[in-house]
């Protein structure tokens, strides 16, 4: 156990302190400043990714179609249950509680806003459109699947 213990602080000084050592040349060791900036031309433009508004139009439609297939899970959903089918990824007592289970697909829907908004305020645009393409995707064939269900008959 002891041994285990020194070998975790070990890490830890390891990687807490490594960035510092880095940092720690001499004025004379340090490499020269550039001569020249480089000329501005259209490498630039070609490096940088393309800029856009977060709530541009295409985004709008992406978190309206999330929107909408949250709704069609929801209302999915509610017809598999009073079919008498058991739901898979909440208890029966979440989706029988209507507001509740309403809250939650609203929540589900500003988690996928949320996360294209994380993606995009970090540069990562084709993550931010494809989260609400793939969160699309799969409400929406979660909600065919539950309309595809058999009703149960007691």
Same mark, same amino acid.
């Given at each position: ?53 977060? =709530? ?7 978190? %309206?179609?999330? $929107? !909408?297939? /949250? ?58 459109? =494809? ?7 799969? %409400?929406?064939? $979660? !909600?065919? /699947? ?9």
């Amino acid at each position: 156990m002891r041994k285990l213990r020194t070998a975790f602080l070990l890490v830890l000084a390891t990687i807490s302190g490594g960035a510092k050592v880095h940092a720690q040349a001499t004025p004379s060791e340090a490499p020269p400043p550039p001569l020249a900036a480089p000329p501005a031309s259209q490498n630039q433009a070609t490096e940088r990714p393309q800029r856009h508004r977060f =709530w541009d139009k295409e985004n709008d439609w992406l978190f %309206a179609g999330v $929107g !909408a297939s /949250r709704t069609l899970d929801y209302f999915s959903t509610l017809n598999m249950r009073r079919r008498g089918d058991q739901e898979i990824l909440l208890t029966n007592a979440i989706v029988d509680n209507h507001a509740e289970f309403a809250a939650i697909e609203a929540a589900g829907t500003g988690a996928s806003i949320g996360v294209s908004y994380l993606f995009h305020r970090y540069g990562h645009h084709k993550l931010e459109r =494809w989260t609400s393409i793939v969160h699309f995707g799969l %409400a929406t064939t $979660g !909600a065919v /699947r539950n309309y595809s269900l058999k009703t149960v008959h007691r």
